[in-house]
């Protein structure tokens, strides 16, 4: 199987201890850490790969089937698990694969006083060297949901949300999820280019660093991108005034 703790980029942050990163608003800016959260997004922006891990040996042009999977579990999801896999044939040294796209997204209902901001957010992303043809991802994951290790995996996941924030416990239920996938992936590298586990967590139920917080993990294979941005009360109302 997929050695996923191979390769593995890991980081907890922690918004409300540590009030860290790259944010484009300051903690002490007007209605920063006061204000109420309104949205949270989590976007990834870029994934490089840098070294196939595939020898050029002609009349083969060292080219490599590789796929992304990606899992993110909250605790504001009714659904614990949300899970995107990918495809990319002929992947060379040094290509930008095309994905832009947005891997958390949450949004205070408007009028919604008792509806909390999500306190934590876990995303596992991993980069897989396959060495047969790509299989269809769409029907595998479909085939994964019916999965009986992957529902048991998922109920576990559920339950522990509710209880607490343990990193250990979730992190653990988070790669036996990864390893069920990797089953139905066929063969491949038993260490992923690149695998990235990233934590956004805030133990007293309200970020406190608003704006952008960009974060990124990178090993000589790969390099991905990611960035969360996080709305306030404050700056929706200013926006809001702004635009009538």
């Not at 300051?26 to 020898?55: C, F, H, M, W, Y």
């Not at 994964?144 to 996941?157: N, W």
């Not at 704006?211 to 941005?229: C, E, I, P, W």
Request: proline fraction near 5%; aromatic fraction near 8%; charged fraction near 25%.
């Amino acid at each position: 199987g997929i050695r996923f703790s191979e390769n593995l980029y890991s980081e907890v942050h922690d918004f409300a201890e540590t009030g860290t990163g790259t944010s484009t608003l300051s903690p002490s800016a007007p209605g920063s850490a006061s204000s109420p959260i309104t949205g949270i997004e989590v976007r990834l922006s870029q994934v490089l790969v840098k070294d196939n891990r595939t020898p050029r040996i002609w009349p083969f042009p060292g080219l490599a089937g590789i796929y992304f999977l990606c899992i993110v579990v909250s605790d504001t999801e009714k659904k614990p698990v949300n899970i995107d896999l990918r495809g990319f044939e002929k992947v060379n040294d040094g290509d930008a694969l095309h994905i832009d796209r947005t891997l958390f997204y949450w949004k205070k209902k408007p009028g919604s006083k008792q509806e909390p901001a999500p306190s934590q957010i876990h995303l596992f992303l991993c980069l897989i060297k396959s060495k047969e043809p790509l299989r269809d991802t769409g029907r595998m994951l479909k085939m994964v949901s019916t999965d009986r290790s992957f529902k048991s995996a998922a109920g576990e996941l559920r339950k522990l949300l509710k209880k607490s924030g343990d990193l250990a416990a979730l992190s653990g239920i988070v790669f036996n999820l990864a390893g069920t996938i990797g089953r139905w992936l066929g063969e491949g590298d038993d260490k992923p280019l690149l695998a990235w586990a990233q934590s956004f967590t805030d133990i007293n139920g309200d970020f406190d660093v608003v704006g952008r917080t960009d974060k990124q993990a990178s090993n000589q294979y790969a390099s991905m991108s990611l960035s969360v941005l996080i709305r306030d009360a404050a700056r929706e109302q200013r926006n809001s005034s702004a635009g009538k």
